[in-house]
T-cell receptor
Framework: EADIYQTPRYLVIGTGKKITLECSQT?????MYWYQQDPGMELHLIHY???????EKGDLSSESTVSRIRTEHFPLTLESARPSHTSQYLC???????????FGSGTRLTVV | DQQVKQNSPSLSVQEGRISILNCDYTNSMFDYFLWYKKYPAEGPTFLISISSIKDKNEDGRFTVFLNKSAKHLSLHIVPSQPGDSAVYFC???????????FGTGTRLTIIP
């Protein structure tokens, strides 16, 4: 059973708004990741965390920020949404030494 | 600079036949490779993986082959079933680095 949850599934929001995409997992995984994917493109790593109070930027530059105050929670925030932020955002978690991430269902964000 | 390449955006295969999905990589530091399957509006799910010390790994109808000298891997699905219709992503990880680099995906359609 998938034990990683993302909310909302879909979000349409106006330019300039602040948004937070939620990601929670109940598996006790230390590692958590945020990927961004545009249609027909590869998944790009934008943020990752290997534990509480540990966050790093990924390979793709992103204006979003993340926090990891609790093991199970890894929210992503956009302070001022822009149309260029329109994309699908996928959260994943994993165990150290195991490369098989578990992904959430994703949030499809549209900024108008 | 795309380090993991899936050059076929789409593939159609008759039900019951073999599906072969291909993936090439450029980074010689990659030592672990995975295939993920993604249905529309869902997150990717882990399918099968292979370490660079092996050249083949099998799990039921799914077999992954790795040719290190050619920096090429392939996923074989036999026999193909309608439920296999999805987008398949190849991913790779470098030695000592548990972050995954993904390809652009191949959309597999199984024709009944």
């Amino acid at each position: 059973e998938a034990d990683i949850y993302q909310t909302p599934r879909y979000l349409v929001i106006g330019t300039g708004k602040k948004i937070t995409l939620e990601c929670s997992q109940t598996m006790g995984h230390d590692k958590m990741y945020w990927y961004q994917q545009d249609p027909g493109m590869e998944l790009h790593l934008i943020h990752y965390s290997y534990g509480v109070n540990s966050t790093e930027k990924g390979d793709l530059s992103s204006e979003s920020t993340v926090s990891r105050i609790r093991t199970e929670h890894f929210p992503l925030t956009l302070e001022s949404a822009r149309p260029s932020h329109t994309s699908q955002y996928l959260c994943a978690s994993g165990v150290a030494g195991n490369y098989g991430y578990t992904f959430g269902s994703g949030t499809r964000l549209t900024v108008v | 600079d795309q380090q993991v390449k899936q050059n076929s955006p789409s593939l159609s295969v008759q039900e019951g036949r073999i599906s072969i999905l291909n993936c090439d990589y450029t980074n010689s530091m990659f030592d672990y490779f995975l295939w993920y399957k993604k249905y529309p509006a869902e997150g990717p799910t882990f399918l099968i993986s292979i370490s660079s010390i092996k050249d083949k790994n099998e799990d039921g109808r799914f077999t992954v082959f790795l040719n290190k000298s050619a920096k090429h891997l392939s996923l074989h699905i036999v026999p193909s079933q309608p439920g296999d219709s999805a987008v398949y992503f190849c991913a790779a990880s470098a030695i000592g680095n548990e972050k995954l680099t993904f390809g652009t995906g191949t959309r597999l359609t199984i024709i009944p």
